[in-house]
């Protein structure tokens, strides 16, 4: 029997369909295995502790979303965790090589075209660190300054559209950025107010530093999922939504969880205006959308 080049290409092209086909939910129940992308050096968000461990607030937020995706499949499944560097994310989710990201993320428009975003669980923005005695006031001020950042985050961004003759240096993690800092090697360091203030608690050395006042930006942290995997963002936007409505109405589980990482006794305590603007966000989250089952908080 002859079977004709057109006919060879269409057998060769359903598998491939198939493949593509895929959502990140069917292939999760085949392999039991949740492949989630996140920081090895955004504390508190997404860091690697003394025992090398992936930790943090957004890590957390992964547990809670790999539950509700394990009562979607009805079985047990395994989050494996990998670090990535901000440039890495989208490609690693687009190529399939990651399932998920969460980790200090913020939306912007021209992400949105090649991934979906979940719900914002955190709110941060763009603020300088800079050493104690050096005074900025706004981005007039940063013309010429040497402006540290990693490179593809929305902190690069802000710092590019608010002075754009400002000498934007780039770094391949924020470790090497703090150090440039310390050096005099910039004049600051650009980064989400919240991981500077975390660097600021974590380290002992820290005293003559501080992070400037001056907002560049306001972002609402979320998580990043494949396009067209709309069930995966719906389980992952009811764990977010189920985690929030439990903060907000003070679950002791929700609270633990929060409070791990941001209450009194944290690395990075919030004061009672942010803390309760923390909460103001959620809630105006959680209005546009229908109140939860108790049992989901």
């Known amino acids: 029997m002859k079977i004709s080049a057109v006919g060879i290409l269409l057998a060769l092209c359903v598998p491939l369909q198939s493949v593509a086909a895929q959502t990140v939910l069917e292939k999760v129940a085949k392999t039991g295995v949740l492949t989630a992308g996140t920081s090895k ?20 937020m992964l547990q809670l979303i790999k539950t509700q995706v ?10 494996k965790l990998v670090a990535l560097s901000p440039g890495e994310r989208i490609p690693k989710l687009q190529t399939g090589e990651v399932d998920i990201v969460c980790d200090s993320s913020s939306f912007t428009w021209e992400r949105d075209k090649l991934i979906d975003f979940s719900v914002s669980y955190g709110i941060t923005g763009t603020r300088l660190l800079v050493k104690r ?12 300054k040497r402006i540290g950042a990693l490179p593809k985050t929305t902190n690069e961004d802000s710092i590019r559209r608010a002075q754009p003759k400002a000498q934007i240096v780039l770094f391949k993690d924020r470790a090497e950025g703090y150090k440039a800092l310390q050096e005099g090697k910039i004049d600051a360091f650009a980064g989400d107010g919240l991981l500077l203030e975390g660097w600021l608690q974590k380290n002992s050395n820290t005293k003559n530093y501080q992070v400037d006042g001056y907002p560049y930006s306001k972002e609402g942290i979320a998580c990043m999922v494949p396009e067209n995997n709309s069930k995966l963002l719906d389980r992952t936007n009811y764990a977010l939504l189920s985690f929030m409505q439990g903060f907000v109405k003070n679950n002791p589980s929700s609270v633990s969880t929060f409070d791990k990482w941001f209450g009194p006794n944290s690395s990075v305590p919030l004061t009672e205006d942010l803390r309760n603007l923390v909460k103001e966000s959620m809630q105006s989250i959680l209005d546009m959308r229908e109140e939860m089952p108790d049992s989901a908080t």
């Open 70 to 79: 394990e009562r979607e499949l009805k079985r047990p499944i395994t989050l």
């Open 133 to 144: 005695d050096t005074t900025f006031a706004g981005p007039e001020s940063l013309a010429g």
């Open 41 to 60: 050096d955004a504390f508190p968000l997404a860091y690697a502790d003394d025992k090398g461990q992936l930790v943090g607030y957004s890590v957390d």
